[in-house]
């Protein structure tokens, strides 16, 4: 607690203008008090002007103040050294291999506690007393230790810098006045020590004022990651529930339909066997008079054969249906059918809904995306290390430099079968997914499209789904030897600008932004794309003859 109060009564009674303790203290007429010697230097560096103001509150006087010395605060002043001294016991240890040694200690140095300019030596706490108690050496500029004292001392003229020199910018002594500085702008170097500690006070309010304004947003960036982690958590919930209850409804459906068809199945086969039992009755009494027929017609008495004809009963009506055989019986194939149908309808809603939610998941934006950088260099501080995934390539194309390099051949190259590979473009796609904000650059020689594709792009035939920038999952910039064009799901569109052997790509993922860019000594925008990016995107190359060449990331 007295090392504390010591430290504030210090920073009361500092003078503004050396920043140390007040040494032979005056106070000027508006109350403020300065050390003799520093408000004399002020002043007198301004000796050409009528009006002296105070270096604190700018009030002017005229004429000049007599300076009185202030017995009150040299008084107390001197309470205050002595009781520094005292309440600083570990100035009293041995000055280690860090610390700066008093130069009078002639055995073991003790740690110094002031270095003196006008000496220039250092000195420790008992050796360092006289410049408090002998008048001459009260007006030394004591400052706070120094193994490098000679870097306040003017090398030319072997004397103390208190003079600074505003045309070069630099701490000089009152004789460099005379003759290298002569005519220079000079002010004491307290005085310009007061200048700029002014401004350093601005400069420390400003930061810390950013410290509190940056404190604030990373507390509400905080709450944003909060916010968000709840909004994803709830959303994960509510979409599951809401998916497992389509589940849900389907598998009734589906009970629904099966328990209609057992039903209809058990109506239909009861309703058959019904008919077929009726039949086969019929069949067995048509037996049986067919029997009777037989065993008449084989009656060789005609009387016989005459008397029991009466008997045989009437052919009674059949009842075979002849709208049995009218159409083939079609069973449940139209139920499969119309289920068939809605598998497709669901397929359908699942892809177009499905695409839907993606867009809104990606739409998701707390913050603001950051503007497009403006020069080269703001853009390579998205520079992504872009290398060509060899699964991908096409046979006529031959990679090296670790995947970096390109170049079309004639003859095919020796690559393994994979499902990755595109087996008619002469095209590939980078190994690396890219999203968020990504610059890269291609240096090429020849025709080259310069492209982004979504990784589902087809990889078979020669159709336009699997050929760069002719379909809705890749864009491309087709750069020939003097013009550009644009292409996306086969829409081509003219691009004026400066031809150039390098073309830089931007993406910013989330804005959905893709911008290529000419780049020479300066960067020239060629085409922008503002879209909704859905799935992570893939850089790609497409070469157009044999020779034709391109690498990613040249610096």
């Not at 009861?270 to 008079?289: G, N």
């Not at 159709?463 to 550009?484: I, M, Q, R, V």
Request: glycine residues 4%; contains cysteine.
């Amino acid at each position: 607690m007295a090392e504390r109060g010591v430290q504030m009564d210090q920073e009361k009674f500092s003078c503004s203008i050396c920043l140390d303790l007040l040494k032979e203290p005056v106070t000027i007429p508006c109350g403020h008090s300065y050390c003799v010697n520093c408000i004399t230097e002020h002043w007198d560096a301004g000796i050409q002007r009528e009006v002296y103001s105070c270096p604190q509150c700018r009030k002017e006087f005229n004429p000049r103040p007599v300076l009185e010395k202030s017995i009150v605060l040299t008084g107390f002043l001197e309470d205050l050294e002595k009781t520094e001294l005292k309440a600083a016991p570990a100035d009293l240890c041995y000055a280690g291999p860090e610390d700066v040694a008093c130069d009078v200690c002639t055995e073991r140095k003790r740690k110094a506690v002031k270095s003196c300019l006008f000496c220039p030596a250092s000195y420790c706490r008992d050796h360092l007393q006289p410049h408090y108690d002998a008048p001459p050496l009260k007006k030394h500029k004591l400052v706070n230790p120094s193994k490098n004292l000679q870097q306040y001392i003017c090398s030319r003229h072997v004397e103390v810098m208190k003079i600074f020199c505003r045309t070069d910018q630099q701490c000089i002594c009152y004789l460099c006045t005379m003759d290298e500085h002569k005519g220079h702008e000079t002010v004491p170097a307290a005085a310009e020590r007061a200048e700029k500690q002014k401004e350093v006070q601005v400069r420390r309010q400003q930061i810390q004022q950013r410290i509190q304004d940056q404190e604030k947003d990373v507390k509400l960036l905080q709450q944003e990651v909060e916010a968000i982690n709840v909004s994803a958590d709830k959303a994960v919930e509510d979409s599951e529930k809401i998916f497992n209850e389509l589940i849900r409804l389907i598998q009734k459906r589906s009970s629904d339909v099966k328990q209609q068809i057992r039903s209809q199945q058990e109506t239909e086969v009861s309703r058959v066997k019904e008919l077929q039992e009726k039949l086969e009755q019929e069949i067995t009494e048509l037996k049986r008079k067919d029997a009777e027929l037989e065993q008449l017609s084989v009656t060789e008495d005609h009387s016989q054969f005459l008397l029991n004809y009466p008997s045989l009963s009437a052919l009674s009506e059949s009842t075979h249906s002849s709208s049995i055989n009218v159409r083939p019986l079609r069973y449940f194939e139209d139920v499969t059918a119309a289920v068939s149908e809605l598998r497709e309808k669901l397929k359908n809603i699942l892809r177009d809904t499905g695409t839907n939610i993606a867009v809104k998941v990606t739409e998701v934006d707390v913050l603001p995306s950051e503007p497009e950088p403006k020069t080269r260099n703001g853009f390579l501080k998205y520079l992504s290390d872009i290398t060509l995934d060899p699964d991908t390539a096409n046979r006529k194309l031959l990679l090296s430099d670790g995947n970096r390099k390109v170049i079309r051949k004639k003859q095919e190259q020796s690559y393994s079968d994979h499902p990755d590979r595109f087996t008619d473009w002469p095209q590939v796609l980078s190994r690396e997914s890219l999203t968020g904000r990504c610059y890269w650059e291609v240096e090429r020689r020849g025709e080259v499209d310069v492209a982004v594709s979504y990784k589902n792009i087809s990889r078979t035939g020669q159709s336009d789904e699997s050929l760069f920038g002719a379909n809705d999952k890749s864009w491309s910039l087709y750069c020939d030897t003097d013009s550009y064009e644009s292409w996306y799901n086969s829409i081509q569109t003219p691009v004026s600008g400066p031809v150039s052997s390098r073309i830089g790509v931007y993406l910013d993922h989330r804005a959905g932004i893709l911008s290529f860019y000419s780049v020479s000594e300066t960067m020239t925008l060629l085409h922008r794309v503002q879209t909704t990016f859905t799935q992570p995107l893939h850089a790609g190359l497409w070469l157009s003859d044999d020779g034709d060449l391109a690498e990613f990331n040249l610096k």
